[in-house]
């Protein structure tokens, strides 16, 4: 099973910057951007509310392109799509979570996590 993803072509400022407008979805934005390169499960993200509130965000997110999600048997794995959106838009994604990084209005994600010490 594939979920429908926009092409880099398709993927437009309005519907990048209005789904950026909801602070649970930067929320998102902000915590994969901190993980990059590292596919999250859904699961991830608990802490922003329901698994329905959170299926909303996240197919909100894909469907305007900024993220990516891979189905994985009954896992799904969600990325930035950095490269992409870097190209169609330099330096928005970077200055976004420049800007999201220290703002305390928007919800904590991952502050279940157990840190593991090497």
């Known amino acids: 099973m594939t979920l429908p993803h926009p092409t880099a072509d398709q993927i437009s400022l309005p ?4 789904v950026l407008g909801d602070p649970t979805r930067l929320a998102i934005v902000r915590y994969l951007a901190s993980k990059e390169g590292v596919p999250l499960n859904c699961s991830q993200f ?6 329905t509130n959170l299926s909303y965000h996240l197919a909100k997110l894909r469907e305007a392109g900024v993220t990516r999600t891979e ?8 990325t930035l799509r950095r490269d992409d959106l870097d190209a169609r838009f ?5 200055s976004v979570i ?3 990084v220290d703002d305390p ?5 991952g502050a279940n ?3 593991v010490r090497a």
């Not at 209005?105 to 994600?109: D, I, K």
């Open 46 to 51: 608990l802490d922003l509310g329901s698994k």
């Open 90 to 94: 330099p330096g928005l994604l970077d």
């Open 113 to 115: 996590e157990i840190e």
């Open 105 to 109: 209005a928007l919800p904590a994600v």
């Open 15 to 18: 519907n990048v910057l209005a």
């Open 98 to 100: 420049a800007a999201a």
């Open 71 to 78: 189905v994985v048997g009954t896992s799904r794995l969600i």
